[in-house]
């Protein structure tokens, strides 16, 4: 599949609108997130529309609300704009209460398009490896960044694999993301931090540096940007 110019102009968009935001916890700039969330979603079959509402797909609850989700409709049509709204929990400033919108979340991928649950799995199951990751890494300092907290997140992430699994959606997908939140259960039930997993903490920042790059390579040349970069004028 070969994208159009909208591709390249979602990918400055969210780039803008996430300028100032970084990743949980990290100095990660949230852009990264977006990325890997764009190359999970293609590679299990998304169309350019839903590659797009991935680049986009925490826009509304993070920067803007309603007024961005215009926007989007706006320049990227109705599709774009029904996923990204799917996969927004609210666009209210300030937020309601965590529970309250996560309860009402997993109730919403009942109904869900097919379109909303691949790029609201893609999402997830990039946030459940990041987690798991850091997990590894400092133990249970990491649940200190998450309004749910241990019990919450936990609670969360489990609900969102049985709901997905209700839903009959791409099995692989959501294979994926069971195995990760159950990695994460294990973690955490044993509460303390393996040594050897704090020593390799370097090394999986590294790894994700390298995962990084790669993905922006594999989503600059489907877009064609690099021929259209040094095309003469």
């Not at 994208?3 to 969210?14: S, Y």
């Not at 009942?110 to 890494?137: G, T, W």
């Not at 390298?210 to 040094?230: A, H, Q, T, V």
């Amino acid at each position: 599949m070969t994208f159009t110019v909208q591709f390249e102009k979602a990918l400055t968009l969210a780039t803008r609108l996430h300028a100032t935001q970084t990743r949980k916890g990290s100095d990660i700039p949230y852009i990264a997130h977006l990325l890997g969330v764009a190359s999970i979603a293609l590679d299990h079959g998304a169309n350019e529309d839903e590659a797009i509402a991935a680049l986009l797909h925490d826009a509304v609850e993070d920067q803007g609300g309603a007024k961005t989700l215009d926007q989007i409709r706006r320049r990227f049509g109705s599709s774009v704009a029904d996923i990204v709204w799917g996969c927004s929990d609210t666009d209210e400033i300030p937020k309601p209460p965590w529970r309250k919108r996560k309860e009402a979340y997993i109730e919403h991928l009942a109904y869900a398009s097919p379109s909303v649950l691949l790029v609201s799995a893609s999402d997830k199951l990039h946030n459940a490896r990041a987690i798991l990751s850091d997990y590894r890494c400092v133990g249970d300092q990491l649940w200190a960044r998450f309004a749910g907290g241990k019990d919450g997140t936990l609670w969360y992430y489990r609900a969102l694999v049985e709901a997905f699994q209700r839903s009959g959606m791409n099995r692989q997908l959501v294979a994926d993301l069971d195995l990760t939140v159950t990695d994460i259960e294990r973690l955490a039930s044993n509460r303390a931090v393996p040594f050897p997993f704090r020593m390799t903490c370097i090394f999986a920042t590294g790894l994700m540096v390298g995962e990084l790059i790669k993905r922006l390579s594999r989503l600059f040349l489907l877009s064609g940007l690099p021929s259209r970069l040094f095309r003469r004028h």
